[in-house]
């Protein structure tokens, strides 16, 4: 199972928004809505942000969205803030009970 | 509130063994689906595998498949990643994480245990 594909790296200004793209393919992506996008911060467990392509957990603040086109989801984070700064991971279902994270995003506030 | 508890830091030899333990609270441990996760220095998130301990149930990653066993002590809240025939590749914090959503491997994560494999 190949990792999904991010961007290595993405930035922006504090008030700016930010997206995030996670490329994969019809066997995982494109073939379910179950797309979810963790946040980690340096030397820290990740912490979910986004389950089945765009729901948010109770407590993660609406600036956090998700969607998808086909074998691409996306995270758009708005209204960035200084501790937004973290790396971003998205992760898809696989079939067969299995799953596979993407390949990571380091997002830097200028 | 629901938390995951992981067992300390090891360091081992190549070819050894490692059994990571994950204890939960504040929810119901007997009927849930528990994932490892791996992280290599400075690499991304990768997933092992998934427990559920209500049935006993387990999945793993074809790229451990053979050499990872995931278990579970229901009357101890505890899940557990033995990982065997260690070589340094295999260095790395591997997380424990519950899944309470379809499709999503991990809602609420462990602290991370560092298995460092040196000689």
């Known amino acids: 199972q190949s990792a999904l594909t991010q961007p290595p790296s993405a930035s922006g200004s504090p008030g700016q928004s930010v997206t995030i793209s996670c490329t994969g393919t019809?066997?995982?992506?494109?073939?379910?809505?179950?797309v979810s996008w963790y946040q980690q911060h340096p030397g820290k467990a990740p912490k979910l942000l986004i389950y089945e392509v765009y729901k948010r957990p109770s407590g993660v603040p609406d600036r956090f969205s998700g969607s998808k086109s086909g074998n691409t989801a996306s995270l758009t984070v708005s209204g960035l803030q200084a501790e937004d700064e973290a790396d971003y991971y998205c992760s898809s279902y696989a079939g067969s009970n299995s799953y596979v994270f993407g390949t990571g995003t380091e997002v830097t506030v200028l | 509130q629901v938390q995951h508890v992981q067992s300390g830091g090891e360091v081992k030899n190549p070819g050894a063994s490692v059994k990571v333990s994950c204890k939960a609270s504040g929810y119901t441990f007997s009927d849930t689906t528990i994932h490892w996760v791996r992280q290599a220095p400075g690499q991304r998130l990768e997933w092992m595998g998934w427990?559920?301990?209500?049935?006993?149930?387990?999945k793993y990653s074809q790229k451990f498949q053979g050499r990872v066993t995931i278990s579970s002590d229901t009357s101890a809240n505890t899940a557990y990643m033995e990982l065997s025939g260690l070589r340094s590749e295999d260095t790395g914090v591997y997380y424990c994480a519950r899944q309470v959503v379809s499709g999503t491997p991990g809602d609420n994560w462990g602290q991370g245990t560092l298995v460092t494999v040196s000689s």
């Open positions: 019809s066997s995982d992506v494109g073939g379910y809505n179950y």
């Open positions: 427990i559920n301990t209500g049935s006993g149930g387990t």
